[in-house]
């Protein structure tokens, strides 16, 4: 497993109304194992500088637009709704998955999958009824 070590000046929680100062995060594989001012640094790993930047370990960028595709905009604004609709709720069920496998083992991060999963999997039943119509 790959380990890396990121060397930080300044570290955003997402807890605290403060920075912190410098801070190291270590990553094996995809997964933060530990965050402090001085992280052990398993054999070989990797260290990567990033003293002037400040950094937000663990926040997942969430932001998308299920239903665009820009390499494609023309012939998709002739697309139907429902069309539509059908392709962003497939890349929702493929997103909620990918979230659902990153967050399996951590507790709370795991019970805040498994609701989105949920609402997923009442949302994709409403599209059945829909699509019936």
């Known amino acids: 497993m790959s380990a890396t070590v990121l060397v930080c000046s300044r570290m955003f929680d997402g807890t605290s109304e403060e920075l912190t100062g410098m801070t190291e995060i270590s990553i094996e594989g995809n997964r933060i194992t530990s965050i402090g001012r001085s992280v052990s640094r398993p054999p070989g790993a990797q260290v990567i500088d990033l003293s002037d930047r400040t950094v937000s370990p663990g926040f997942i960028d969430t ?28 890349l929702a069920r493929e997103y909620m998955s990918l979230l659902h496998d990153f967050a399996r083992p951590r507790r709370r991060r795991s019970r805040m999958a498994d609701h989105r999963s949920s609402q997923t999997r009442s949302t994709r039943d409403s599209w059945k ?3 019936r119509l």
């Open 63 to 90: 932001h998308v637009h299920l239903t665009m595709d820009a390499a494609h905009l023309v012939q998709q604004t002739l697309e139907s709704s429902a069309s539509k609709a059908l392709k962003g709720l497939s």
């Open 129 to 131: 009824d829909l699509v």
